[in-house]
């Protein structure tokens, strides 16, 4: 078994890593590595498990413990132990994948772990939204965010979107600062859909400049078409020492200080 690391640059996640390349006794290979091991917060382990989409990752945070992170700072002997040892065990984490179109005929096609969004922030976007390839309304606003079960604490949840829980095979349509008059209606309520569901966002007339985002990842489209989004299904393969629920976790990232 190979690993690598995939760490924030701050000085104490550096300390982390310094001691995580000294005791992991596994050979480290940054191209093609069976476990990663993330070391800083929610976002550094997205980023890897964007750089490394098929290996088992080790979510350690080394801020405050974060919704994804199964291990904290001083869970650090343990982390090393459970990879010298594989006394690990692993759970899925479910993904959203995306298709885009461009007018010119090209397509990009992505996963995510939190969330899809498609915004236009300085104009009105409009976007026809189709559910399963029936019309379901024309969306005016700043833009619309889909995010999975475990995205939705991430920027659904700052789009007053549901809290869901990830035992669900669900996906979540929320809008960002729709237009609501006598001229322009929309659902404004966010929807939760079953995962066997498809949503397609296609382009309104005279729009076709857009950016979309898939969690950190930005495109910035200029002849946007249409944005097709699945659930894809728990495909993520997480590393853990001791479960921890989805209550459990949503307690302590939100509710409990540990102060
Ligand atoms: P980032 O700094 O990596 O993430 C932004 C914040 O969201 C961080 O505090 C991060 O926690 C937290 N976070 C990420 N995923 C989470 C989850 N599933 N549940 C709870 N908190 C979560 O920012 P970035 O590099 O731009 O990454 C993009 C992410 O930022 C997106 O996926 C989106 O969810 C989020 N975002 C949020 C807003 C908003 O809330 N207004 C706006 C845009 C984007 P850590 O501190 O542990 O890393």
């Known amino acids: 078994m190979k690993y690598a690391i995939v760490a924030k640059e701050d000085l104490k996640t550096k300390e982390v890593k310094e001691k995580v390349l000294k005791e992991i006794k596994l050979t480290y290979d940054e191209k093609n590595p069976d476990l990663v091991i993330a070391l800083g917060g929610d976002g550094t382990i997205i980023k890897a ?34 990879i010298n040892n594989n006394e690990f065990k692993v759970n899925e984490t479910s993904l959203i994948s995306c298709e885009i179109e461009t007018l010119d005929g090209k397509k990009i096609f992505d996963n995510a772990i939190n969330e899809i969004t498609i915004v236009t922030p300085l104009r009105t976007m409009m976007v026809d939204v189709l559910i399963d390839d029936i019309f379901f ?66 382009s309104g007339a005279h729009f076709d400049d857009v950016f979309i985002t898939v969690d950190h990842i930005s495109y910035d489209i200029k002849n946007f078409k249409s944005l097709y989004i699945k659930y894809k299904g728990e495909s993520v393969k997480m590393a853990y020492h001791k479960y921890e629920g989805f209550l459990e976790r949503i307690n302590r990232t939100f509710l409990v200080s540990k102060d």
């Open 49 to 82: 498990i964007h750089k490394y989409p098929k290996a088992t990752t080790f979510g350690l945070h080394t801020g405050h413990l974060g919704f994804y992170a199964n291990y904290g700072v001083s869970d650090l002997e343990i982390l090393i132990n459970d």
């Open 137 to 202: 309304e024309r969306y005016r606003g700043t833009g619309l965010c889909i995010s999975t079960p475990t995205g939705s604490t991430a920027y659904n949840k700052s789009l007053n979107g549901s809290v869901i829980d990830s035992s669900l095979n669900v996906m979540q349509l929320t809008e960002i600062a729709g237009i609501n008059s006598n001229a322009y209606r929309t659902l404004s309520s966010p929807i939760v859909l079953d995962g066997k569901r498809t949503i397609k966002l296609a």
